[in-house]
Structures are given as C-alpha cells and as structure tokens.
T-cell receptor, first 110, second 113 residues
Framework: SQQGEEDPQALSIQEGENATMNCSYKTSINNLQWYRQNSGRGLVHLILIRSNEREKHSGRLRVTLDTSKKSSSLLITASRAADTASYFCAARGGNEKLTFGTGTRLTIIP | DSGVTQTPKHLITATGQRVTLRCSPRSGDLSVYWYQQSLDQGLQFLIQYYNGEERAKGNILERFSAQQFPDLHSELNLSSLELGDSALYFC????????????FGPGTRLTVT
C-alpha cells in the first residue's frame, strides 16, 4: 500500500506559472524525497529533505516539510514545457524502505 | 543517464512462464532496490539488497525472488506468471543505506499474455 498520498492527482498550468504539489505520509520519516518520471521512463531524483529540515531549495525547486502535519510540498517556479512529467514523493522511514506516493501528473501548456 | 542499466527493455511472455530481469547498479553503489509499477497499484517497493545481502522486503510475492551477486548486479526472478504481473519493473541503486537518494534504471516492461 502507498504510504504517501499526493494532491492534486493531475495539474495543468501555463508555461511560466508556478506549480505546487502536496504530499502527505503516514508514519515518522528519516527523510522525504521527490522524484520526477517522464512517461514510461525511470524515476529521476530531484531533491531530498531530512526530517530535521523545514525547507530546501534546488534551482527552480522549493520543498517544504512539516513533520507535525506529516506533509510536504514541492514548488516548481517559472514552469517550462520540459517540466511536464509525473512527480512522486517518497518517504524514507526507519526501516529503510522508500515508500512512494501516488504521484501528481503535471502538464505544462506552452 | 542514471548509470543504472536494466535488461531486457521489453519482455512479452505467457501466463505460467518464468522470466529473469537483470540490473547493473551505478559503479560503486552497494544497494540495489526493485520496484514494480502498475496502473492500479502504483509504484511498489519489492526488495532491497545491500552488498549481496537481503536488506529489506516489501510487497514481494512468494512467486518472485531476487539476488545480488558478488559483482553487485542483481536479478529479479518472476515465476508462474499471471496476467496481473504485467507492469514496469524498475531497479534502483544507491551508494549506501537509508538516507541516500536512489538512481533508477530505465525499467523493464513486462507483458504477460
């Protein structure tokens, strides 16, 4: 079963706009990671935030983590057509398993 | 290119058959993970190996087994295949345990007819 639930399931925005995706998880975590998957391809690691961190930036990506609410968000600023993909959060618990969320399918409209 | 290779890319086989999927991790990575991705179940963690030893087990069926060899490549064996086993199977590797990000291979698309 999925540990994480992502919201929204699908999102379409105009190129240049910001995209925000949310993730909720169920148990305590060691870290939370975000991955991108282009259709039918392997996942690509985007960013990792540790449980003692609240916010992290990487280029146009901004990730926040609220362990009290067991939630995280991924913000992609100034979106581009190449950002069209599915985005997954993955929670790493103490048992070393990485449990993926259901994913958000992001479409950037040129 | 993540540096993780998987073969074959596509596999079509009949119910009841057995197949072997192969994965070569990134150079230097000791951990190998296997995942199954299907439309109805999403991305499911199957099993992890670290330096040849089984480290963690997820939703892996008894019909499935895996191993990691001394050269660190890994194989996932799927037997008595059912239609519902049709999915994308991904291998990922990481340099260590727990806190490290994973690097995914391109996947093997298995179709059971």
């Amino acid at each position: 079963s999925q540990q994480g639930e992502e919201d929204p399931q699908a999102l379409s925005i105009q190129e240049g706009e910001n995209a925000t995706m949310n993730c909720s998880y169920k148990t305590s975590i060691n870290n939370l990671q975000w991955y991108r998957q282009n259709s039918g391809r392997g996942l690509v690691h985007l960013i990792l935030i540790r449980s003692n961190e609240r916010e992290k930036h990487s280029g146009r990506l901004r990730v926040t983590l609220d362990t009290s609410k067991k939630s995280s968000s991924l913000l992609i600023t100034a979106s581009r057509a190449a950002d069209t993909a599915s985005y997954f959060c993955a929670a790493r618990g103490g048992n070393e398993k990485l449990t993926f969320g259901t994913g958000t399918r992001l479409t950037i409209i040129p | 290119d993540s540096g993780v290779t998987q073969t074959p890319k596509h596999l079509i086989t009949a119910t009841g058959q057995r197949v072997t999927l192969r994965c070569s991790p990134r150079s230097g990575d000791l951990s190998v993970y296997w995942y199954q991705q299907s439309l109805d179940q999403g991305l499911q963690f199957l099993i992890q190996y670290y330096n040849g030893e089984e480290r963690a087990k997820g939703n892996i069926l008894e019909r499935f087994s895996a191993q990691q060899f001394p050269d660190l490549h890994s194989e996932l064996n799927l037997s008595s295949l059912e239609l519902g086993d049709s999915a994308l199977y991904f291998c990922a590797s990481s340099s260590g345990l727990a806190k490290y990000e994973q690097y995914f291979g391109p996947g093997t698309r298995l179709t059971v007819t």
